[in-house]
């Protein structure tokens, strides 16, 4: 057994569980990854899902996962908060895009800032800056899914505010879950996200410079 914080966690379960999820972890950046294929997904989320069940039945419930690694990349605890209501964006957080729901810690997506266009602009027909941008898509993220699952180091374990990256169920009005939505990638490869850069200029999270460069054009081409 593992005591972070407040927790109590029986390893043993939840490694047979992550054991069941064999990733092609090549592209990632630490325990940092991009999309990873929907079965491999479905199978991560799968436990935290309540499958089957209609809309009604689960309308404004989810739970956040949160999975601590060692820097090794072994799993060393998992956290679950169920929700009865959808987690929302929190602003004001030093450029960070982040997260927080009822009794959780502040989640800060690891390695992303909001975008830097000046001003307003016009985006299928609404107007954002890139303040109100990003807050408005990771808002839709959040919404009418069941699960959200984040990975984050040991080093992040009780702090208020804990850099992760996260992955959401997509089948979130009911039904069975065939996949997931890494949201890093959702909100990078909008343009609502960009990559923050080490001192020799280098992305943080290497895994979606390519991404990036997507959503860089579609930001450059909304409205003004």
Known sequence: MVRLGSGIIGLASLLACEGAVAQDRSACTGIYCPQVKAADAAAELSPYVAAGKTWEQV???????????????SLAATRTWPQSAYMQPVAGQSGKIAFTGQGTPTIALYGLAPCSRKGSFSFKGERFTCESFWQDRLSGNLFATQAVLCRAYTDQVDRPIQEATCIR????VGGRTVGGIVIDDALVGIGAAVLERDAGGKPLRQELAGVEKTGSAILAGAGK
């Open 169 to 172: 169920a997509d089948e979130g």
């Open 59 to 73: 309308k404004g419930r989810t739970t956040l996962v949160l999975k601590y690694y060692d820097r090794d990349g």
